[in-house]
């Protein structure tokens, strides 16, 4: 079977062991947008705020953020197959910067895992994608921390990032946004964060 996105340039390639090939693309809003459109309106996908939005309004979405400098979409790859949604952002140009301490080298991250597939089994998904994503923000982008802010209902994404090694910070409301292109109610988010140290053992 082909690679329908073997042409694309990856930012980032890794073969994970145990797992497989992931390669890191930047998001095409256009091309990509279908896809993700599907991702974004199941249900199990509410805390990413976008249910209920057309293909439409999804491109135009990620149209505007390949606009900033800050903040960066990207679609992971896994063996050839769309694997995830990856989203980084500088965390001072962001509503989480208002909520803690904001340390040189830090970089925020949002990933949505694709869904599994009818009946399938997925075992080491999350460990094999974190790990392209994390090798990929704190050594090929040279950041020194993580900081991830899900939403305190969002007990599964939670608990995963902990398995992960993040440690929990507290808990802040980020307040609402609502600019022309942009528009975010508060929301109640668990911090954590990943340190380079603890990531390599280093």
Request: glycine content about 8%; charged content about 25%; some cysteine.
């Amino acid at each position: 079977m082909s690679d329908p996105y073997a042409s694309r340039p990856a930012v980032h390639e890794q073969t994970v062991d145990g797992f497989g090939a992931v390669r890191v693309l930047p998001l095409d809003p256009a091309a990509d947008a279908p896809l993700l459109h599907r991702w974004v309106s199941e249900e199990r996908a509410v805390f990413w705020g976008m249910n209920g939005l057309t293909v439409e309004r999804v491109a135009e979405t990620y149209a505007h953020m390949e606009t900033l400098d800050t903040h960066h979409a990207y679609l992971l790859v896994k063996d050839g197959a769309p694997a995830a949604l990856l989203q980084t952002y500088e965390p001072e140009a962001d509503r989480v910067g208002e909520c803690y301490d904001v340390r040189p080298g830090d970089i925020g991250v949002h990933l949505l895992l694709a869904p599994p597939e009818p009946g399938g089994t997925r075992s080491g998904w999350t460990a094999g994608l974190a790990a392209a994503v994390i090798t990929y923000v704190l050594v090929a982008l040279d950041k020194r921390r993580i900081v991830v802010d899900p939403d305190v209902g969002n007990e599964k994404a939670i608990a995963r990032f902990l398995k992960q090694g993040f440690t929990a910070g507290p808990r802040v409301v980020l307040p609402k946004v609502d600019l022309p292109d942009v528009h975010l109610p508060q929301k109640r988010a668990q911090l954590a964060f990943l340190t380079r140290e603890v990531a390599f053992g280093g």
